[in-house]
């Protein structure tokens, strides 16, 4: 019976701890979202792991090729031959010499240390181990590694990572080496083949591809060389892709003005230049009507004010409304329309005010 279940109830250590314990022989699957890995076992030992469904044969073309341990002419050659003969990448390697197997045992482990630090950050999923299958049955080198070794440097980096990505947050970001170190100092193997490396130009991608290094140890070489002073982030990489969409976008643009853009351009400007001035026309004969509305609304305020005091002079005090003086013929309804009026102090004083005038819209002729 297979044993399988969700990573969120048995965590990727449970399950490789419970394979090596119980010393089993098979391949165990692990999936989250559309990311999956294969992790070979044999009697609880790791034998090899994979991801992305990457082949050993993709696995080992990319890490000599990318770095340029061999050239392209070399690859093709070694595909013509791998095509004649049916043997794998591995064999060759073997055979023509690029290669010792006690070198291409340390390549394969190298590869289960990376596989396995992808997984041990993976805290959703499911899982799956078939016993007594294998994922590479032709592999000439067999390796046996010890899971309990791979996850202890697995989680060792696993720490390490947040420190190294509060400085390298980003796979674009370019190094180059600084023209007076900081320091001058012996650095390990990782760190002088990263430096030999760092040239202005590329990017942190593509030092951990040409490298050889992997992820976290190719980073991890960049993070030192950082802390001590002997290189400097530069800037970030523009990819192609994005380039091209900027040259294209700009050949569009050069297009689209060419030809009818400049026709609708002029005549865009055209009737914005009319148009605008028949907008003009009309705010400046608003404005005229506006002020000559405002010198009659000041000289009805007058006028009310003068009747207003006429009537308290002759009884005492002010009106109960406005209404009163019409309905005592001191007015008439017109020259109190737009005033809001309110007696105050027992008819002893009041307050005028001037209703606000309703805003007229100027209409377009669209």
Sequence with gaps: MALAGNLKDFGVPDILQLIMSQEKTGVLTIKSDAKV????????????AIYGGATRDRVLRDYFVKPGRISSEELQEILRHQAETGSSFEEILLKFGFVSEEELKEIVVFRIQEVLDILLTWKEGEYRFETDATIYPKGVVQVSVNPQAVMMEG??????????????????????????????????????????????????AQLQEVSGLGK??????????????????KGLAVTKVARRKRVSG????????SGAGWIFIVAFVIVNVVLGLYVRSM???????TTTSSH???????????????????KGYYPRSLEQLVGESWTTPQAIAGFDYMRTDGGASYVLTPLATERTSIKLPF
């Design 37 to 48: 890995a294969n992790v070979g076992f044999q009697k609880g030992q790791l034998v090899e």
């Design 155 to 204: 989680m060792r980096r696993v720490d390490e990572w947040p420190r190294i990505r509060r400085v390298l947050s980003d796979p674009k970001i370019i190094l180059a080496q600084k023209a007076k170190p900081i320091l001058s100092m012996e650095f390990g193997s990782n760190e002088k083949k990263v430096l030999e490396l760092v040239d202005g130009t590329m990017s942190l």
């Design 216 to 233: 976290f140890r190719t980073y991890q070489a960049c993070f030192n060389l950082l802390e001590v002073g002997v290189i400097e982030k």
């Design 250 to 257: 700009a050949k569009i643009k050069v297009f689209t003005l």
């Design 283 to 289: 705010i400046e004969d608003k404005i005229k009507v």
């Design 296 to 314: 009659l609304r000041t000289s009805a305020t007058s006028d009310l004010k003068v009747l207003l005091d006429q009537f308290f002079l002759k």
